[in-house]
Structure formats: C-alpha cells, structure tokens
C-alpha cells in the first residue's frame, strides 16, 4: 500500500473525512484530488458508520439495463442488489450483475490513462498530456479517417459520441455487441417489416416453446424472463404452464423444460412451420388477416414433409401445435447459442407461428423495441476491419467492447489495430483490444459514474456514482467532451456542457419536457435519482405480416461430411461473451449444466464419446474451417449425438490475473463469414483429434444421478392434480413411531430450553427457508449473492478440483432418464445450510464452535473453531465449508481479494481465517439488522422484512425466508404444502429448509 | 513352577539366573554400526515428517489432500492405526498376566514398549489433523476466564480422555515393570547410565517387604489396565458408530475395533520381535513357542476381524437401507475396491495359513505374515473413514481423495518417530523381563546325587 496510485487507507480517510457536500463528496464524481482535511467531528447526515447507504444506479454487465440499488458502507460500495422499481428486473439480479462490484474493485484495472512508448510499452501519462494528444491526432486527420466502434450504449453516451463524430465529420459509431440478435431483427424486418425486437411475456403465457433461445441466460433480459417464467410457468393451485425447448443441446435454459426436444442442427425452422401448417390447415385458432401471406409456404410444410429433415415424429409436431394452441403461448427463437447460419430463418418462421397462432400483441410486443444489443451487427464491423487494413482509419476509438476477442478470431481486430495510425481505447481493463491500442483512457467503472441506459422505449435508467473513483480514470463522456474544448472553434461550441454530467442533465431536461412533466427539474432528476430512473409503459405497436414475407425461404440442408459433429458454441451464461472472465467470482460459479469452473470444455454425448474412445477430462483437438483450439471433454447426455458443444467466454491472452490464460477461446472456431442477417455464425462442423493428454476437470459436482435417494425430487402435474403428492423416498420404509417421535420432540424442547440464554426475545421465531424447485431454474445468482454478502472467498480451479470451493450454496443438478429411450430430465436443487432441529454437525463439536441458536439458527463460532472437521463428516448434506488455506491473509499466497478487491468485504460479517470450518447462518447478519431496526422502532418484525441474500436475489423468486413459528407467515404455509418435502428427513435431522417438488407437465403419452 | 513355555521343545537346557542376568545385560552393551545406521535413518525420516507438519502448519491443512466430502484422511487412519497397534501390549502384559500366562514373561516387555510409544505416537495425530494446532488445547476441559467449555456429549473428547488415559496407565505400568529389572542393571551400569538407572529403579533392593508390596502393586495395576484394553478402542471406535456416515453407523464397532486392534498389536509384536531376538541374541528366550503363542492369539483374533466383517457387509444388506447397502457396494467395487480388498486379504484371508502349524512356526513366514496383517490393518481404517466419507448421502458431494507428499511424510515420519523411542528404549532398558522370566524356570537347588 506504500505507492501512491490506487486508493489506500489514508487516501480512503482523506475522502471520507472531506465532507465539504457530505454524501456529494462521497458520492461525486469531481475527479479532484481533495486537499483539505477536516476531522469526523460533525459528520454529514446521512453517513453514519455502521449504517449503509443506498443508492440507486443501472447494471451494465450486459445490455439488458437491470435496475440496481448499491449498497455503500463509509463511503465504499459494498454490495449491488436489484432496484425494486425497476420494471426490467424488479429488484433482482443475475451472477453477472452481482459480480459488477468485482469490475470496480478488479485488481487488474487500468489504474490511470497510459501510452504506448517507443519500446512498445505502456507508459503512464497525465490526463491533460493524453486529451492533448487525442486533440493532435484528430486535427491531423480528415473526419472520414475517423471512426468510433462502441457497445451498446443506448442513451446519452451514444448520442455524445454520434454528436461528437459529427461535428468532427467523421461517420457515426460502428456499434458492436457480441450477442448482437442480428437475426431476430432480420426477422422481424422481414416478417413484420419493423426494425425492432419485441418483448417477450413469459408471464403471461402458459405454453412456451423456445427454438434455442436461452431466455433464461443470457437472451435479451434473463432476469425479467425468469420472473415471467416463475410466473406462467411456476406451479400454483393445480395449474401451471409447460415448456418446450427445442434445441440440439439441452441448455440451463432447457433443463426447465418439460420436454426437451433435439432437431437435426439448423432445421428448427422446418419444425415451426410445420407447427405453423397444422395450425393454419386444421385452423385451431381464429384465422389471422393476413394469413395468407404465408400460407403457400406453410402449404410445403406438412409434419409429414418436415418430420425426416427435422428428425422429428409428425405425430410430435402435430401434437405440439395442438398444445401450442391451447393455452396462451408464446415462441421465442434467436438465442446466441442457436445462432446458426439460417438463424433468421428460424427467426422468422417463429414469427409466422406466432403470428398464426395469434400471439403478436397478446405475448409477443412490438412496441417496446428492446434494445439488448443496438443496432449492432457484426457486418459493419467486419467492413471496419476491411477499413482499417486497407489503411482507411487514421484514428480509432474503442470503448466499451472488445471485439480483439470478443469475434471470430479470424477477425483479427487486433491485427488489424496494428495498421491504424493512432488508436485509443477507453477499456476499464487490460483486455485484448486495449492491448493494441496507443492510448488508453481508463473509463469510470459503471458504478462511479454518471450516465444513463435505454434498455427498451420508455425506461431510462440512470446511472450514478455511488463513491469516489477507485483509481485515476475519467468518465469517457468527460473525456470527449475536453477534447471537444481543447479543439476548440466549430466543435467547441456545439457543445455547451461543461462536463459529462451537465451533458446528462441537458438530455434530461429534454427528456422531462417530452414526458410531460412540468415540474422543476430538480424535484423531477432527484426523484429519477432516487428511483434510478424514469420507468414509462412502452407504447404497444401492432404489426402485420409484411408483404417481404413471401421471401421467406426454407433452410438449407446443411451437407456437413458423415463423421463431422456440428459444433455449438453456445454463450457462457456467467462469463457472458468473455466479458465476466475477469470476475473470480463468475470463474468460481460452477455452470449451471456442466457445473464445470475456471475453464472451457467439449460437451459430447456419452455414446459418441464411447464410440470414439473419450473418457471425461480426454483433451480433444477440435478443428473447424476456421481454427483449432484444445479442450477437455465433458460427457453430457443433453445433446444430440451428432453435435458437440463449447462455451464461450474463455481464451483470454490479457484481461488480467483471472482470465488470461484460461481455458481456450471458442470464438477462434466460428467463421468470420458474414451470414444473411448480417451476424456471424455459432455453428461450424468439426472433427475431434483425441491429444492422449488427460485432465482431471474442474468441477463442483460428485455424481451427477440421485441414485434414486430423492434430493431433488418431482411429481407430475397429472399425479398431483389426482391428490398424489410425489415419490415417498428414503432409507427406511418404516414412520417413525408416534412414541418416539414424541420423544425427539421433548429431547428438541429440552434443547431449546437450555439455550435460551436470557430469554433476549420473548418468544423466539424459527428461522426457515421455502425453497420452490417448480420455480428454480438453477440460474445461479444466488451462489454468487451468496459470495457478495458472506465474503465467501474464491479458491481457483486447482482447489476446486480438490472440492475445496467454499460457496455455501451450490445448485446441485441432477439427471433423471436419458438413457434407453426415455428422455432426458435435468433437476436443480440449491442446496444451502439446512438449519436442522436435531443437526448432526452440533454434538459432535468437542468445542461447541458449532451450536443452535436460540432461534432455530445452527450457529457457527468461527473463533472457537478447532478445526476437527468432524462436523462436516457428520453432515449428511456437506454444507459445510473448511478454510484449508489462509484465503483472508493478504501475505499469504492464498489470498482471494487482492487489492482493491478487499474493499468489497462486507464489514458486517468476519472473514475466517484458515483451519476453520465456516457455513450458511441464513445471512444471520441480515436478520439481526432488520430485528435491531424493529427493536428501535418498538415495533414487531413483519414477515418478508427479512431478506437472506440468496432469497433477495432469486430471479424466479423461488426461495422464501421467515419464521415458521409463526402461522401467517409465508414460509409457514409453504412448509405445509403439499408438494413440501425435507431432503434426506428420513435422518430425523428436522431440517429447517422445505423443498416443495418440482412439478413436470407432462402429455399424457409421457406420463 | 513351569517352564519358559511349554512343551518345551527347541530348548532342551534351561537357562540358569546367572545366564539370564548376563545375556539381558548383554543386549545392553555398545551398540554396533548398525545401530548409529539406524538411527540416522529413523532421525532423517523424522526430520521429513517434522518438516512436512511444519508446513502444514504454516500454508494450512490445503497442502494435505483432503478433498471435501473426505474431510477426514491419512492423519486419522495413521492415528486409529497406532492406538490399535498399542492394544495388544496392555493385553499380553495385563491380561494375561491375570490369565497366569507363563509364556508372556519374555515378550511382555517388548509389548508394553511397543504400547507406549505407539500411544505416544498416536496422540500426535489428533493434533497434526486439526485446522488450528495452536488452539489444540481447547479440547480439554481447563478452567478460563472465558468460560468455555467442551462438548462432553463429542466423541472426539471422550477420545481425549481414553487416550490421555491409555498413555498414562500403560506408562505407569511399563515404569513399575521395570523397577527390579533396573535394579539388576544398575548394580552393572556406570556412567550416566548408572545415574538414570538408579533413579528408575526408585530405590529398589529387592528386599521381601519390597517383593510383596510389588507384586500387590503390579498385580493391582495390571487389573486397572485390563479394563483400558477394551474401552479405548471401545472410545475411539465410537468417533465413527457415534456418528450418522453409512459404513460408520454401527453397532458392531466396539468389539470389531478392539479384535482388530489386538490384530494388528500383536501382528506388530511380532514384526518387532523377530529382529529383535535376532539383534539381542535371545532366541534362548524368545522361542519359537512363543511365536507359535502370538500366532494363535493373531489366529483368533483375526478371525473375530474376518467375521466382523462379513457381519458389516450382511448388515448393510439385512438392514434394507438404501445408504448402508450403496456405501458397502462402493467399498467393495467402487473408485477405492483396491483399498477394501487389500484390506480383506491382508486380514481376513491370509492369517488363515496359521491353521497350519508349519506356518506358525516358520518365523519367516510369520514375519511376513505380520508385515502384511500391519498393512491391512491400516487399510483397514483407511477404508472405514476414507471410503464411508467419499461416499455418504448427497451424490452431489461425493469426492475423491488421494494424500500428498505432506501426508506420506507425516505417515513414514510417525513410524521414524515411534522407532526412534523405541531404538533409544531397547539400548537402555532390558527388552526381556530378568525378573519375569526367572520366575518361571524351576527353582536352582543344589545338585542332587544321581542328577
């Protein structure tokens, strides 16, 4: 902590102690340095140490534009959680979007703007030093040498820039978005003839069939979707939705599905339109007006004519569109992993199904033009590349993407960067791209600066520093904006805003009169501010079938030589495209299907690895046309036996300590051929070349079968609805006798009574948790919650491998069938501390480290741990977690939050020091908060006031929290349900966690 | 009185007081090359162990190989495996002392040896395996101004008191043992040595008021110790039947751990004997009876092994539960079936050759023998504690564990530090009982005419 850059305790006081605007001098952004000292006597009102601020802000992890509320401690952020008043994700969050603090805490940030010098190597510059440079560059260049490439930036930014580029005469950004949904945009331009992308309402729909789109991961916006999906989908009074995935490989997305459904790779379309076919023939619904439109091609669609090419039963398609027609639905196809060369077939052939079946407007909205990527298309990136190599690009400006990875790799954006005369980026990190470019101008992270984000018409969401900056960077807004200054003349006078934020406040103003609100405009940016934005319903736009429709063509059969296997690269659905890579967290959250960390694999059936010779962990060499890269191999029965599959996200060769190096970049596999819609494709045929090296894998899970012992338990819509309730599991056939129960009840009692330790509060709740399985989707944000609020820290893939993660909630997965014709069932099961009435882990502690709490809690001491472990041997669900090394030690090589990443540590919960066994206490810090808060209020707790972690996160909201003492509570009646099960209860360990069971809506030829 | 053992048959001529005197003082004498060689061996490989515990304590417990769910590995196999090696000396020595043994007077001292350090090295173990060393000392109940206090419902602490016990008792009676022995070097010591024996030998001059006090006191001790013989084990094999682990939830653990803590007591006896006489020159009093003796009582209670465990495997099947039966599939044909059959040949087929009385009395075979019960018999506890934890309830948390280097060290490094005692204890003391084995051969008279 002895140099000067970075921010170190006493810099950290100097802020906290500049209380010159109170919470403005915490929360501003004034990149000046303060020079005044004031003592903490009078503090600023609303910071009191020990108490948490909140501020509202916008997650930009992805473009889905989440709303989120940022905890901050004295002036630090420490954790990030869901704004409720966010209609995009109404107060939840992903992973990715918990795991944003470790973007402004990274360790491997840009820690201030830097040059490349003569010797080819980065030198640090000041920020005057570097906008003059900038200012140099550009008046030496003609504006057609210009060009900006951005992310989705929708909103001020985006406008800055194009304004900027403009009155530099320069052309507008190139905008470019991994995940760009080129093809669902070609669809709904052809289909419908809007240039849009609808919103897609899984609440409201009872039947869901996805062409491949992972709605649940990362396809437009994941945490809306799975709170509509819990909703439509969820189980409740009898009735529930079904869903259908239809896609080569079973994703995360479609292990929530009741039938999973593997076509020949790219003949998705055929399978819609031949569901299209019998809707229309058998007219099952009303005729739509212009069903005519399609009606010759939907003519040479019959189930009979598709079923050979879609390898998919006539009787299957014929049963799916009387299913689809049955109840409200919805269809969803374009995800990134399904994003073959006929996409936009697929696409389209989507949007003719849901226009017959009459879905436009009712689940599917046009109107609302989500905005997941911009107009973002790989095409225009690809001319710019063309651009830059031919020397047609003096000056380039990057912000915000990192397209030297993030694209094929035959791209070669960074080559291509070589043969630009003078490039900047603006990257946050040592990524790819900022690696090649001559200048880089570290950006705000998102969480210290101002700025705004339109996911979709009518929501603006604002951004606002939520605490000091971390190191020396600058707001690329700010940025622009000197430069602009510095240019002075014609430029300098189109823009009159001194700084970015004053730029903002001008958008706003206008943005205010728009919405029609006529109040002072402060009264209206406070009450934004607060609210983290300004949420309007978008206006709903109809849509007919355009006459471009009719070039609808039929997906090419795809002639990939017999013994290629298509492979899939499909998105990561922690790391993102790669852009999570950084985040140990998101390299630590075991993937939601494979459960695999740290690393890239190749997900191949078991029979086609049999056939070939693979075991798991075999180190394969797969080559497409376009490259070649080396993984190991992960058998997985959700795919077809014709495909393999790799995620994406990995291979990075810089982004710092936690992605360089990591596993193998997928993206070096996909052809740079620009396909019809203007994106590239996700699907290449390959063949595999077994290397004779062996790994051993880095995942978290032991067996992935329940060998039929009932964890993770299901029953079908049918059963239930005839009053069965579900499989009865378990050791012993026997109940226990009444007498016998009894006397375990009088032993609990017993137990209670002797610690009730001054009886502090009356008559003392149980704490409990509800956990719905019909509602998880295995999603994950709760482990990573988990990680944020507890300090759980990371360990990297060499103790994984070893089992040593620490997370103290995992989602087990398990597989059911797949084997012998019978098809393939995927199940989750968060799996947390179970708070046990009679805990196995609590007598056999020779130090009464582990113990109950008065209030049903199995408390652990960390200080008086010994270290036995016996406890963990003794706990039937292993939810009990050792620190083997001293991950909390900054001298020690372990050490799991190198600086700033130590900053994120929750100061209300100890870190542990090695040799000490630590686990679940359902967030006991968030439950003696909110119990101080009622004692200071002198009023009684109110159900749902107390959140856990993994509960305030869940997307699908499928884990309550409560008092199970208490009969109005919720957690209470759901314990009671009758779908309510205890995992192994049969150990009479009285858990206090209640699984209520999956519930599978199954045809009746299934069930 | 009876003879050394009977039927005596490979020693015709029975040794006369003087000649025993002389021969045990004689393993006394200056130890030879080999001895120095020894014990550079024994302090090398300690040095290891003791600097893989260093590191340990210094990285933490991460650089052993404990893969969770297996949360318990090589330090508590290691340390099960001692306490059970120190069984059979309290048993040779105590019971059947009671039992009137006659035969056990020139092994007996040797296995109390054995007992002792083997406690000795065992208590280590629950102190190389815990997170935090440093704070070790709170397992025992000491008043502080804390007030805390331990868990006296933990196995784990009643372990502490059956091994602090153990240790205790098993030395007391190893020291009153060896009173007259001393006694009898002493008058031949000089030096240091003389020192030390005089003040181990408590100032003993063999007087009769002496004599009965002595035997009242040895008799009293050996009754006290008899009782350890089963409850220690009895203890430590409730650190498993305590808990809820399928393959560790059993009644039957108390007497199956005491039979094979015998087992592999008295297997080890035998492995230390067999140099021992060897080095020493006492085969006129280690006799193969005496091996013959050991190989019996290693027949027995190596079948009581055996049937122990054919009794786990048909409980795991009669108790129709789901848990026990799949644990007990995996010992026997899953990812550790190397380990489970090593375990069953080693202890419940192999001792079946000492139905022949060929092998019983072939050293050789025997001490191979001895070498292999030893190594079963720590598999033996590998697989009870590895094998049940890698493969308890939730299929989510199985795991596998394979040792480091840490733990091989620590393992090879407790065996140097059991033999350095040992070493340093056979140079010093006498290995064979002087007043023991005098005891049973006739009387000396005066010769008579005709004889």
Redesign the interface.
Known sequence: MANGDGMNRRRFLKVLGAAGGGAAALSGCSGDATDKLIPYLVPPDNQIPGIATWYASTCRECPAGCGVHARVREGRVVKVEGNPESPVNRGRLCARGLASLQGLYNPDRIRGPMAKGASGEFEPISWDDAIARITERLQGATGDLIRFVTGNEAGTFDRLVTEWLRALGAADPVVYEPFGYEALRHASRQVFGVDQLPRYDFGAARYVISFGADFLETWLSPVEHARGFAEGHGYRDGSMGRYVHVEPRMSMTGMSADEWIAPRPGSEALLALGMAHVIVTERLVPRQPDTFRVEQLLDAHAPADVAERTGIAAATIERLAREFVAEPSVAAAGGVGAQHEQAHVTAAAVNVLNYVAGNIGRTVLYGADLNPAGPSSYAELGSLVRAMRNGGVGVLFVHGVNPAHAAPAGTDFAGAMERVGFSVSFSRFWDETAMHADLVLPDHDPLEQWNDFEPRAGAYALQQPVMQPVFDTRQSGDVLLAVARQAGGTIAARFTAETYKDYLQQGWQRLQRQLGDFRPFDAFWTEALQRGGVWRDAPARAVRLARTVTDLQEPATRSAPLDALTLIAYPSSALYDGRGANRPWLQELPDPVTKMTWSTWVEIHPETAAARGIREGDILEVTTSAGTVEAPAYLYPGLRRDVIAMPLGQGHTAFGRYAEGRGANVYALLSTDVTDFGGFSHYAASTLRHTGRHEYLAKT?????????G?AQAVTLAALQHGEHGEEHG???APVPEHVEQLLDEVQEAQDADTRYGDYAGDLPRWALAVDLSKCTGCSACVTACHSENNIPTVGPD?VR???EMAWI?I???FEGGEDGEPLEARVLP?MCQQCGHA?CE??????AAYSTPDGLNGQVYN???????C???C???VR??????HQNPA?P?FSFPDPLHWLLNPDVTVRS????EKCTFCVQRIRGKQHDAKLAGRELEDGEILTACQQTCPSDAIVFGDLNDPSSRVHQLSRDERGYSV?GD?NTRPGVTYLRKVRNLTVDEA | MATIAEPQRTAPQQPTYHEITRDVVATLGRPSRTYFVLLAVVLVVLALGAFALLWQIR????VA?????V??GVYITTFVFWVGIAHSGTLISAILYLFRSAWRTSVYRTAEVMTVFAVLTAGLF?LI?????W??Y??FPYPNQRQ????F?????WD?FAVSTYLTVSTLFLIVGLVPDVAAVREKATGWRRKLYEVTSLGWRGTDQQWRHYIRAYLYLAALATPLVLSVHSVVSW?FA????PGWHATIFAPYFVAGAIYSGVAMVVTLLVPLRKVFKVERYITVDHFENLSKLLLLTGLIVGYAYAVEYFIAWYS?????Q?SFYNRAFGEYWWATWTMIICNGFLPLLLFFRKVRRSIPALFVLSLFVNLGMWFERFVIIVVS?SF????????HYTPTWVEWSILAGSFAWFFLWFLLFAKNFPMVSITEVKEIIPMPRKARPGT
């Open positions: 899970e032991g067996k992935s079968r329940q060998m039929g012992r964890i050791g012993h056939a103790l070893r089992g040593r995992r087990e997965r398990y799996m196995p007598p056999v502690c020779p130090v009464f008086r741990c010994v270290g036995t472990r016996y963990s041997n003794n039937p669900y292993k977690y050792f620190n083997w090394f001293d020690d372990a090695k040799g000490v066994m192994l150990l | 990285w933490g417990l991460g190989g404990y893969t969770p769910p949360l318990w629950p395996h815990v997170g935090r060393i704070y070790a709170w397992l805390l206090w331990v868990n419902k933990s196995p784990l602490l502490v650190d305590m808990s809820i682990v129709g539960n789901p848990f026990e799949a934890l308890e309830y939730e299929p989510y948390a199985m795991g």
